[in-house]
C-alpha cells in the first residue's frame, strides 16, 4: 500500500539535528514504526530492529551491552519498552559520543518509555506521541494548529454523511489505506491484540470480559465528564480498579483527558477532566454501532461528533511538538455553564463551541460571557459545525465548517 505523508515528519527530522535520541510513541497501528523508516531509514548504515522477536527480546533484556554492539547506532529501535535494560546502555553511548540522531525508539506503551526516558535519557532524548491520521493527513492537505483567527477557505462540501462516515471508519492507517476493510474486522483484532500484548501482563487481568466492558463503558462516555465512579458501577468493578484500567487507557494513547480550566480567578469550575477517544473508529466500534447511518442518527452522535472535532485538533497540536496540556481545556462551572474547549495562545483564550448542526445561531455563543471573570485577554471564538461555509455571528466569533479545521 502506499505511504501516506504524516504532519509529524518534518518535526522529527528537526529534532533529530538537535537530539542523539528520538524516541515516537503512541497506541498499537497509529504508523510509528512506518514513519520512522520513512524518515531515517534512508540514513547511511542505519539499521533497523524490532523487540516483537522473542530472540531478540530476550538478549536485549539479558545482555543489552551485547544487543547494542550487535546494532550499533544509528539504529531504530522498535518496541523498545519491551527491555527497559537498554536505556543505561543507551545513556552511557550517547554520553561518550555525543552525536546527534544516533537512536531512534518506538514504543506502544507510553508509560513505560515516558518513565524510562525520564530517568536515564533526561536531557538526550526528544519524545513525540503519534497518534491515529488527522484529516489534513488523510486529504493530503496542509495541517496548521486551529485557532479561531486563523485565515479559513470560506467552503466545505462536507455533509453530516460524510462526516460520520470519516468518524465511524476512524484514522488508524490500515482502515484509512485499505477502504475495503470493514471496522468490525480491523478493531475486532486490533482490541484482542492490545489486551494480549499490553495489558494483560501490565494488569494482571484475569477476566477479560471484565476488562472489555470496561473499555465499552469508556468509549461510550467519550466527549463526557469523567465520572469514575458511575464507570465502576457500570462495568461491576471496585472504583481503585477503574481508575487503574483508565490510567492504562491514557497511557497507552487510546484515551485523552482534558483538563478543566484552571485559571486562578474561577473559583466555581468543576474539577473533572472530560474524556475523549483519540480515534473515533475505535471508540465506535467499542460502544457497538455497527453502521454510521445508525449513529449519526443516535443519541451519541453529538458527543462523537464533538471527540471527533476535539481529537483533531488534540492531533494538530500535538503534530507540531506543541504541550497540548498547557494550551487546551474546557469550561464548566457549578452553574452547568459549559465551553466545550479553550485554546491558549501567547496570553489570549480562545473559546470553541462545537455543534452537530448546520446552522447553530448566536444561541451557540451565550457562554462565551463567563471569559470576562479569566485572566488573560479574551480572544476572539468560534462555533466549528457542519455549515457548508465560513460566517461571522458577530463582531468576535464566527462559524468555521468541521471541514476545513
Given at each position: 500500500?502506499?505511504?501516506?505523508?504524516r504532519?509529524?515528519?518534518e518535526h522529527?527530522s528537526?529534532?533529530a539535528?538537535?537530539?542523539?535520541?528520538?524516541?515516537?510513541?503512541?497506541?498499537?497501528?497509529?504508523?510509528?514504526?512506518?514513519?520512522?523508516?520513512?524518515?531515517?531509514?534512508?540514513?547511511?548504515?542505519?539499521?533497523?530492529?524490532?523487540?516483537?522477536?522473542?530472540?531478540?527480546r530476550n538478549?536485549?533484556?539479558k545482555?543489552?551491552e551485547?544487543?547494542l554492539?550487535?546494532?550499533?547506532?544509528?539504529?531504530?529501535?522498535?518496541?523498545?519498552?519491551?527491555?527497559p535494560?537498554?536505556?543505561?546502555?543507551?545513556?552511557i553511548?550517547?554520553?561518550?559520543n555525543?552525536?546527534?540522531?544516533?537512536?531512534?525508539?518506538?514504543?506502544?506503551q507510553?508509560?513505560?518509555?515516558?518513565h524510562?526516558?525520564?530517568?536515564s535519557?533526561?536531557?538526550?532524548?526528544?519524545?513525540?506521541?503519534?497518534?491515529s491520521?488527522?484529516?489534513?493527513?488523510?486529504?493530503?492537505?496542509?495541517?496548521?494548529?486551529?485557532?479561531?483567527?486563523?485565515d479559513?477557505?470560506?467552503n466545505s462540501?462536507?455533509?453530516?454523511?460524510?462526516?460520520?462516515?470519516?468518524?465511524?471508519?476512524?484514522?488508524?492507517?490500515?482502515?484509512?489505506?485499505?477502504?475495503?476493510?470493514?471496522?468490525e474486522?480491523?478493531?475486532?483484532?486490533?482490541?484482542?491484540?492490545?489486551?494480549e500484548?499490553?495489558?494483560?501482563?501490565?494488569?494482571?487481568?484475569?477476566?477479560?470480559?471484565?476488562?472489555?466492558r470496561?473499555?465499552?463503558c469508556?468509549?461510550?462516555r467519550?466527549?463526557?465528564?469523567?465520572?469514575?465512579?458511575?464507570?465502576?458501577?457500570?462495568?461491576?468493578?471496585d472504583?481503585k480498579?477503574?481508575?487503574?484500567?483508565l490510567?492504562?487507557?491514557?497511557?497507552?494513547?487510546?484515551?485523552?483527558?482534558?483538563?478543566?480550566?484552571?485559571?486562578?480567578?474561577?473559583?466555581?469550575?468543576?474539577?473533572?477532566?472530560?474524556?475523549?477517544?483519540?480515534?473515533?473508529?475505535?471508540?465506535?466500534?467499542?460502544?457497538?454501532?455497527?453502521?454510521?447511518?445508525?449513529?449519526?442518527?443516535?443519541?451519541?452522535?453529538g458527543?462523537?461528533?464533538?471527540?471527533y472535532?476535539?481529537?483533531?485538533?488534540?492531533?494538530?497540536?500535538?503534530n507540531?511538538?506543541?504541550?497540548?496540556?498547557?494550551?487546551?481545556?474546557?469550561?464548566?462551572?457549578?452553574?452547568?455553564?459549559?465551553?466545550?474547549?479553550?485554546?491558549?495562545?501567547?496570553?489570549?483564550i480562545?473559546?470553541i463551541?462545537?455543534?452537530?448542526?448546520?446552522?447553530?445561531?448566536?444561541?451557540?455563543l451565550?457562554?462565551?460571557?463567563?471569559?470576562?471573570?479569566?485572566?488573560?485577554?479574551?480572544?476572539?471564538?468560534?462555533?466549528i459545525?457542519?455549515s457548508p461555509?465560513?460566517?461571522?455571528?458577530d463582531?468576535?466569533?464566527?462559524?468555521v465548517?468541521v471541514?476545513?479545521?
Open positions: 500500500m502506499a505511504y501516506i505523508k504532519i509529524i515528519e522529527l528537526y529534532l539535528k538537535h537530539f542523539p535520541v528520538i524516541a515516537v510513541t503512541g497506541a498499537r497501528q497509529t504508523g510509528k514504526t512506518t514513519v520512522m523508516k520513512q524518515v531515517f531509514g534512508g540514513m547511511e548504515g542505519i539499521k533497523y530492529v524490532t523487540l516483537d522477536y522473542p530472540v531478540i538478549l536485549a533484556q545482555d543489552p551485547l544487543f554492539q550487535q546494532y550499533p547506532a544509528p539504529v531504530i529501535i522498535d518496541e523498545v519498552q519491551y527491555a535494560q537498554l536505556f543505561p546502555y543507551i545513556k553511548r550517547v554520553d561518550n555525543r552525536i546527534n540522531g544516533q537512536y531512534f525508539l518506538t514504543g506502544s507510553m508509560f513505560h518509555l515516558m524510562n526516558v525520564s530517568e535519557l533526561a536531557g538526550r532524548a526528544a519524545v513525540l506521541s503519534l497518534y491520521m488527522s484529516r489534513a493527513e488523510i486529504a493530503g492537505g496542509v495541517e496548521k494548529p486551529f485557532l479561531p483567527i486563523n479559513f477557505h470560506a462540501d462536507e455533509t453530516i454523511t460524510s462526516v460520520f462516515d470519516k468518524i465511524y471508519r476512524g484514522g488508524m492507517p490500515q482502515m484509512v489505506e485499505d477502504k475495503e476493510l470493514s471496522p474486522t480491523f478493531f475486532g483484532g486490533y482490541v484482542q491484540t492490545y489486551i500484548r499490553d495489558i494483560r501482563d501490565l494488569l494482571e487481568i484475569k477476566k477479560e470480559s471484565e476488562f472489555l470496561f473499555i465499552s469508556t468509549a461510550a467519550t466527549g463526557q465528564e469523567l465520572n469514575l465512579n458511575n464507570m465502576a458501577k457500570d462495568t461491576g468493578i472504583s480498579t477503574a481508575e487503574r484500567w490510567s492504562l487507557l491514557t497511557t497507552s494513547g487510546l484515551v485523552y483527558l482534558l483538563n478543566p480550566y484552571s485559571g486562578n480567578t474561577v473559583k466555581r469550575i468543576v474539577k473533572r477532566p472530560k474524556l475523549y477517544f483519540m480515534d473515533t473508529g475505535l471508540a465506535c466500534y467499542l460502544s457497538y454501532w455497527n453502521s454510521p447511518r445508525a449513529l449519526e442518527n443516535s443519541a451519541m452522535a458527543a462523537m461528533f464533538e471527540t472535532v476535539v481529537s483533531e485538533i488534540i492531533k494538530q497540536y500535538s507540531r511538538d506543541i504541550n497540548v496540556k498547557s494550551r487546551l481545556s474546557y469550561y464548566r462551572d457549578n452553574n452547568g455553564t459549559e465551553i466545550d474547549l479553550l485554546i491558549e495562545d501567547n496570553g489570549t480562545y473559546p463551541e462545537i455543534k452537530k448542526s448546520a446552522d447553530p445561531g448566536n444561541a451557540a451565550k457562554n462565551f460571557k463567563v471569559l470576562s471573570d479569566f485572566q488573560g485577554k479574551a480572544g476572539n471564538g468560534a462555533v459545525c457542519l461555509v465560513v460566517c461571522p455571528l463582531s468576535k466569533n464566527k462559524i465548517p471541514g476545513v479545521i
